[in-house]
Nanobody
Framework: VQLQASGGGLVRPGGSLRLSCAAS????????MAWFRQAPGNEREFVAAISKSGGSTYYADSVKGRFTISRDNAKSTVNLQMNSLKPEDTAVYYC????????????????WGRGTQVTVSS
């Protein structure tokens, strides 16, 4: 499956952004989906995940209550609504997919898209 993330940009602290990831090439509803992020000098870290049906979601503690992951299987997209953004949310955000695994580790996901830059700064 091919993944393409979009929606990044520059936003002030406290602001909002909505990231989208479009999938193609395979049946989207067969894949668990996730968002990860990587800031300069840091390891890639888990942000949120959503199961194939959308019935289960999982968030990193650092974004819980501020970010919401959702998916539209008819449109083959997964979204990340980010509210109350903080400077520490600045990173390149990546979407990822896997048919079988669903978890917070980057090793859980086989397919990765190119990232989209999110910068939170005043």
């Amino acid at each position: 499956v091919q993944l393409q993330a979009s929606g990044g940009g520059l936003v002030r602290p406290g602001g909002s952004l909505r990231l989208s990831c479009a999938a193609s090439g395979r049946t989207f509803s067969n894949y668990n989906m996730a968002w990860f992020r990587q800031a300069p000098g840091n390891e890639r870290e888990f942000v949120a995940a959503i199961s194939k049906s959308g019935g289960s979601t999982y968030y990193a503690d650092s974004v819980k209550g501020r970010f919401t992951i959702s998916r539209d299987n008819a449109k083959s997209t997964v979204n990340l609504q980010m509210n109350s953004l903080k400077p520490e949310d600045t990173a390149v955000y990546y979407c990822a997919a896997d048919r079988a695994r669903f978890g917070p580790s980057k090793e859980d996901y086989f397919y990765w898209g190119r990232g989209t830059q999110v910068t939170v700064s005043s």
